[in-house]
């Protein structure tokens, strides 16, 4: 039987007086409205359309204010209060008669039904729901006794309580698991409450706590029993998080739909829908009034007494609808947006609702970054969060910083580094990483068989850029948001002042940040300093008061620690300081991000490639000598840790792989450069103490700067860094392409005045930085090369610079100066040789060579390096030979035992590797040694200098073609880099550039390695087997012919100065003066001798006072009475 109107009416009050859930409801939408009403005047405005770009963000519409409904019709009886919508509107334009019309009573009457008509089937579309005049199986369908109310107030324009009472009907449906949206399934299903589940099936929900994924694109993954079977008859019940998802998405697309159905009737023009047009954005501002304030009463859980929830732990664990949704891009960002505004009328309502996003984000953050692929979902979630605004402001951003875990109370400082790395709010963020020891599921999965595909690796390193861009933009909405800045500004400097030990040598990994954690932070402060204008930044921020890095425990440019203490306290007192700007802020902090984040980050890498490489070795040793403990009581022990090297080589070699690509990245490299360009902006302009103006250009020769007191108070790691990431660089992956003129020629200005840097390793790692430039080093780098050496300051003061650190290197104060002055010069001597090519600097070379003095202290110290490291070369060389015969005769390697044997190979190995090392710096300064005598002879043979050179060219002659040449005869001579043919060849070309009568005298004054028959032995072996050409062999013999004959000469004069007095004799050497000098503390020297020990060292080899050249007077009245002792002597044995 058919239900009258009364009936039903009845019916559905009798419904609503025994539900407490509905009337809880309604009061709570009572009390929203109430707060809504009381924030804001106006009426609704509509929008256009609903955008569903994370990036755009629409003005959220106008509010209305909330006052009790005024009816249009005074006859109807009143609805008890359970029963009535909760929020309506005021009556509007919409409410009034269109009294103006010129039709007919009877026309006006259609047309007004027909508007009706159809505004209340776009209204039912709107709302998804099916009418009692048309059904579609895409929509809903409702109670018909809340539809007749409901229709109610549609026909008296109460739309407020018309949505209010819709709203209300189908969440409750939704919560009790007899409603689901099935517009987007496309199946069938007659469209009723409890049709549409007959195909879902029953899923059983873990709690979070047990998840361990988290899917790409989605929200936590939820683990299903696939054992439960489909419910394929009666509707099955959803877990409660699954319905308010439901309600919520149900919302958010009334809220969508109308704002469509306004944007498609805004474009009519027939005239008989204008007042629809009119009336139609109203009715929207209305609907989606009410579906904001009932998606913030869902999102706060007031519905939560429909569902019927066996287990309330379910509540606690449930993650935010609003959030589940926007994982499935479900949430257009001007709904999100109007949502906020709607929620920041009342400031607990925000905070609950998005706090609770922001705690589900921070959970499934945790959750990806141990993942074997790259999950970045609720990363994009949050940038989305955070860059929508709302009236001028970015709310979330605030909240962010308000967060309780933003930036937590550290405990100890021992953990503080790793608390803020690990706890924070921002941390897990930071924290996504493809490196071995943050994420080993990804390099277990992706590095079965130790190797990727560089293909691979560049496609993971483009989505860490990405993700890295991602954090970018969420940090600049935190600063750019003045609400939040400080606090995050405070945050950044946080995580640099806990992780200052990062830097240190064996530092402990456990209490620190890790690399991935410092790359993502270092990347995202580059990015934000990309583009600062470095005129804009205040140069003594390190000694700001309010400076957010502290530098007071760093070693000093040129300042000591008492020194710069002392400037310090002056430079605060005097100085007029102004508040740092936030460019200022960001550039310094993104340099020491820097210096925590790069650095320590290749040192590792560094520290893991030489681990790998040590066991490496140690398998090949015991591999190598297999046979020997094979069938030994150490078999077994020899076999385990065997095993246990090979294990951990193939673990440091995923290690290594994952490293390759988060550090070894083109991208991050490069971005560091460009960077680090800035940074030697900086100091150039420090150094000749200017205001930064655009790019710099010299304008003092480098020997005559004076550095500002600002730049010697510089922490030493400004340049140190710099040096040591080029370095890698080049080694690594290829930077050339971002060094610039800037780099250039902050590296030549530091090098070419080394007096600006207190430590002289600094000015060496510079000088490496041009080693490892050079084409003969890295093939890929010629360009780069041909950039510095065409500079204008290594054409005009490079040379002279070199020259002078070769000699300055001598003595460095460090307990390693003696090796290590040979590794420096060696660099310098290759630099040399790539100089002697270019005519410019040939020509530089020559030039630096007749100034006098600085040339010959350069031609000293060689000739030193040369004489000590080809003694070690061929003492090493024998020592292999001797245990190489050995080895090859079987009775006397068998007469050994296996400890001796072991011991003798332990020996070899170690004697060739320092041969190797030996040889490899004795080439090149021999190489030096032959190409500048070609054009360059007169400071060779000076007095100080030409005795010392010919003895050593003289025994190095010796011992390769004298009667014990054999013994530096070993196998495989390659493999140590010793090419005797080769030397044997450069020292008779040496000979031949020097040849003449000086040199001839000083070849015959070597009285301990000069023999003629030696010399002449020399020059038949090297005529025959061809090592030069049988010109040059004759003038060699002419040479030593001549010398000879000097020999003999000097034989028979050392008899005749035998019977000097011994105050005509030299007190050091005991040979007779020549040209005689008083020393300041009047002691009586030869000239030469003198000399020569001044070249080595600038004090009084009597008292060891200080001593220069310019200090010795000549003895004028000595050298005539040695002079007519000679001739009286002479004259007498004639006689």
Not at 181 to 192: Q, V
Not at 323 to 343: C, G, H, R
Not at 758 to 779: C, D, G, H, M, R
Not at 879 to 891: F, G, K, S
Request: aromatic share 8%; proline share 5%.
């Amino acid at each position: 039987m058919e239900l009258t109107p009364e009936e039903i009416r009845a019916r559905r009050l009798r419904k609503l007086e025994t539900s407490s859930t509905a009337t809880a409801v309604v009061t709570a939408v009572d009390q929203l409205a109430a707060t809504s009403g009381s924030a804001g005047d106006g009426k609704e405005a509509g929008e256009e359309g609903c955008s569903t770009k994370s990036g755009d963000t629409p003005k959220p519409p106008l509010e209305s204010p909330t006052k009790p409904a005024v009816e249009s019709s005074s006859d109807k009886p009143p609805k008890p209060a359970a029963a009535v919508a909760t929020v309506v509107v005021e009556p509007t334009k919409m409410d009034q008669e269109d009294d103006s019309s010129s039709k007919s009573p009877e026309d006006r009457a259609r047309d007004e039904a027909a508007t009706r008509e159809e505004l209340q089937q776009i209204v039912f579309r709107i709302m998804n729901i099916n009418s009692q005049i048309r059904y579609s199986e895409a929509r809903f369908s409702v109670d018909p006794a809340v539809l007749e109310s409901a229709l109610e107030a549609l026909e008296g324009r109460r739309y407020r309580e018309f949505c209010a009472e819709i709203i209300t009907e189908v969440v409750k449906e939704f919560y009790e698991g007899r409603l689901i949206d099935s517009s987007g399934g496309g199946g069938g299903g007659s469209g009723g409450l409890s049709d549409s589940w007959s195909s879902i099936p029953s899923k059983k929900v873990k709690p979070i706590e047990e998840i361990e994924e988290v899917l790409e694109g989605g929200s936590t993954a939820m683990e299903i029993d696939d054992t439960t079977p489909l419910c394929s008859s009666k509707p099955s019940m959803k877990a409660f998080s699954s319905n308010r998802v439901a309600a919520l998405d149900y919302l958010i697309n009334c809220y969508c739909r109308a704002n469509d159905e306004v944007y498609s009737y805004t474009k009519i023009k027939k005239s008989k829908k204008m007042y629809l047009v009119e009336i139609l954005p109203d009715v929207a501002a209305v609907i989606r009034q009410q579906a904001l304030k009932y998606a913030i009463l869902l999102t706060k859980n007031r519905f939560q007494n429909f569902a019927q929830i066996d287990d309330p732990a379910k509540l606690i664990l449930e993650k935010s609808p609003l959030l589940t949704l926007m994982y499935e891009n479900k949430v257009p960002s001007d709904f999100l947006a109007s949502l906020m505004a709607e929620a920041r009328k009342q400031e607990s309502d925000f905070d609950e609702i998005f706090t609770i996003v922001l705690d589900d984000l921070y959970v499934d953050m945790q959750n990806a970054i141990c993942n074997e692929n790259i999950i970045g979902d609720p990363l994009n979630r949050l940038k989305e969060l955070v860059e929508i605004k709302v009236e001028n402001t970015n709310p979330i951003c605030k909240l962010i910083v308000k967060h309780v875990v933003f930036l937590p109370r550290l405990t100890l400082d021992k953990y503080a580094a790793r608390e803020i790395s690990k706890v924070s709010f921002l941390a897990p963020f930071l924290s996504l990483s493809v490196l071995l020891d943050e994420n080993p599921k990804f390099a277990t999965h992706h590095f079965l068989d130790n190797a990727c595909d560089r293909t691979l690796s560049a496609s993971f390193q483009t989505l860490l850029g990405n993700t890295r861009k991602v954090l970018h933009q969420i940090f600049l909405s935190l600063l750019t948001n003045l609400d939040s800045r400080q606090e995050v500004l405070k945050y950044v400097s946080e995580i640099l002042r806990t992780n200052h030990k990062r830097i240190q040598y064996n530092a402990d990994d456990r209490f620190l940040a890790k690399d991935g954690f410092m790359l993502n932070f270092m990347s995202i402060l580059q990015l934000l300093s990309l583009k600062i204008n470095m005129s804009r930044i205040d140069p003594f921020y390190p000694h700001h008061p309010e400076a957010l890095i502290d530098i007071e425990d760093e070693t000093k440019l040129k300042c000591s620690s008492q020194e710069y203490t002392d400037w310090l306290e002056t430079t605060r007192a005097n100085r007029k300081w102004e508040t740092p700007k936030f460019v200022t802020h960001c550039w310094f902090l993104t340099l020491h991000a820097h210096h925590l984040g790069i650095i320590p980050a290749i040192q590792r890498y560094n520290k893991l490639l030489r681990a790998t490489k040590e066991l490496q070795r140690m398998v090949d040793e015991l591999n190598n000598s297999k046979a020997q403990w094979e069938n030994t009581p150490l078999a077994r022990r020899n076999k385990q840790v065997r095993d246990r090297c090979v294990n951990q080589i193939s673990k440091l070699s995923k290690a290594k792989l994952s490293c390759d690509i988060a550090i070894v990245d083109p991208n991050v490299l490069g971005a560091c450069t460009q960077f680090y360009s800035s940074v030697c902006e900086y100091m150039l302009y420090q150094i000749e103490n200017r205001p930064i103006e655009g790019l710099f250009v010299n304008k003092h020769p480098p020997m005559s700067l004076v550095p500002s007191e600002n730049f010697c108070a510089l922490p030493e790691w400004y340049i140190e860094d710099i040096a040591d990431f080029i370095l890698f660089c080049m080694q690594h992956s290829s930077i050339t392409d971002y060094v610039d003129n800037s780099i250039i020629t902050w590296i030549l200005t530091l090098v070419c005045a080394p007096h600006l840097i207190k430590n002289p390793y600094i000015t060496a790692k510079l000088i490496e930085v041009l080693f490892v430039t050079s084409p003969t080093i890295q093939t890929s780098s010629q360009r780069l090369y041909l950039q510095i050496i065409n500079h204008e300051l290594a054409q005009t003061a490079l040379v002279s610079a070199l020259m002078k650190f070769y000699t300055d290197i001598e003595t460095t104060g460090q307990s390693t100066e003696f090796y290590d002055k040979f590794t420096i010069r060696y660099h310098i001597s290759h630099l040399f040789k790539g100089l002697w090519d270019s005519v410019v600097h040939r020509q530089a070379i020559v030039n630096e060579s007749k100034i006098g003095k600085q040339f010959v202290k350069f031609v000293n110290f060689f000739l030193n390096d040369t004489t000590y490291l080809l003694d070690e070369c061929l003492e090493y060389l024998k020592r292999i030979h001797e245990t190489q015969v050995l080895m090859m005769d079987d009775a006397a390697w068998g007469e050994l035992g296996t400890e001796a044997q072991s011991s003798r190979q332990r020996q070899l190995v170690q004697d060739e590797r320092q041969c190797r090392s030996y040889l490899t710096l004795a080439r090149e300064t021999v190489d030096m040694f032959h190409y500048l005598t070609i054009d360059i002879k007169e400071p060779f043979l000076r007095p100080e200098l030409i005795d010392r050179l010919s003895s050593m060219l003289n025994y190095n002659l010796q011992q390769l073609c004298g009667p014990k040449c054999n013994d530096l005869r070993v196998r495989n001579p390659m493999k140590y880099g010793w090419e005797p043919r080769r030397l044997l060849g450069q020292l008779i070309d040496i000979y031949l550039h020097l040849s003449c009568d000086e040199f001839a005298a000083a070849l015959a004054a070597d009285e301990r390695s000069f023999e003629k028959n030696l010399f002449e032995d020399a020059a038949n072996r090297v005529e025959r087997i061809g090592i030069r050409t049988p010109m040059e062999v004759e003038e060699f013999r002419k040479l030593i012919h001549q010398a000879s004959e000097i020999f003999i000469q000097n034989q028979q004069n050392a008899d005749e100065f035998a019977e000097a007095p011994d105050d005509f004799k030299d007190p050091l050497m005991d040979t007779l003066m020549i040209d005689p000098v008083i020393l300041p503390s009047g002691t009586v020297m030869d000239r030469s001798i003198i000399t020569r020990h001044l070249l080595n060292s600038s004090t009084d080899p009597f008292n060891r006072q200080p001593l220069t050249e310019d200090m010795l007077k000549p003895d004028t009245e000595l050298k005539h009475r040695i002079e007519q002792w000679i001739k009286d002597y002479r004259a007498k044995k004639k006689q």
